[in-house]
């Protein structure tokens, strides 16, 4: 059974960094788009990044410029580093991939 495992998230002040990683078990890592969503409370759950098999990556508008997606095949892993975090960045970040979902990872960033 394919699962996705999510670490890194915590509680970061205004214009500091995390890195957010994403474990995948199984064979799906290699074959299939990777991506992180979020979700603020109150707020619908938005696609943040996706990077391909390939390693061709899109971001949302939002984080361009801030979040880099990245994928290490050796350790099945996908990362996603976060700078200049904003409080608006606070949220639960998910990793997923087709229809298998992480149990996500609080992301808390103060003012």
């Known amino acids: 059974q394919v699962q996705l495992v999510e670490s890194g998230g915590g509680l970061v002040q205004a214009g500091g960094s995390l890195r957010l990683s994403c474990a995948a078990s199984?064979?799906?890592?290699?074959?299939?788009?990777m991506n992180w969503f979020r979700q603020a409370p109150g707020k619908q759950r938005e696609l943040v990044a996706t990077?391909?098999?390939?390693?061709?990556?899109n971001y949302a508008d939002s984080v361009k410029g801030r979040f880099t997606i990245s994928r290490d095949s050796a350790k099945n892993t996908v990362y996603l580093q976060m700078n200049s975090l904003k409080p608006d960045d606070t949220a639960v970040y998910y990793c997923?991939?087709?229809?298998?979902w992480g149990q996500g990872t609080q992301v808390t960033v103060s003012s």
């Open positions: 990077i391909t098999p390939g390693g061709s990556t």
């Open positions: 997923n991939s087709v229809t298998i």
């Open positions: 199984g064979s799906i890592f290699r074959i299939s788009p």
